[in-house]
């Protein structure tokens, strides 16, 4: 099931697969590592104006590492805002992925833990 922020990036083109929807009904989304940088601005541009939180895990033992950012749609007015669980997946060997400080200031602390 494809959600609202799926279905404006596939409008848009921006490659993405979407992971459906976590137990609290919020879309989760993969984004490859070469892309994330470029569709968080785009997603910032496009209202994501607030990181809630960012966490890293290990997929399985020796296999991928995964970097998990919650997203929030910050408006004046709105009771219930848009959020967005995104997932960016990195082999272990090459674990690479690129910093988002400069998109949401708040990932500072975060990043420096994981990254």
Same mark, same amino acid.
């Not at 993969?30 to 966490?55: E, F, M, T």
């Not at 805002?81 to 910093?99: G, H, L, T, Y």
């Given at each position: ?13 921006? +490659? ?9 009904? +919020? ?14 601005? +785009? ?11 960012? #966490? ?24 219930? $805002?848009? /959020?967005? #669980?995104?997932?960016?997946?990195? $082999?272990?060997?090459?674990?690479? +992925? ?12 975060? /990043?420096?833990?994981?990254?």
């Amino acid at each position: 099931m494809q959600g609202n922020l799926s279905a404006w990036l596939v409008k848009h083109a921006l +490659i993405h697969r979407s992971l459906g929807f976590d137990y609290q009904g +919020i879309e989760t989304l993969q984004i490859k590592p070469g892309d994330w940088h470029s569709i968080a601005v +785009i997603l910032y541009v496009y209202g994501y104006n607030y990181l809630r939180s960012q #966490c890293a895990y290990d997929v399985a033992p020796g296999g991928l590492l995964a970097s998990v950012y919650h997203l929030t749609r910050i408006e004046y007015g709105v009771d219930q $805002p848009e /959020e967005v #669980c995104i997932k960016v997946f990195a $082999p272990r060997r090459d674990p690479r +992925i690129p910093s988002v400080f400069w998109v949401w200031k708040s990932v500072d602390f975060q /990043e420096r833990g994981i990254l």
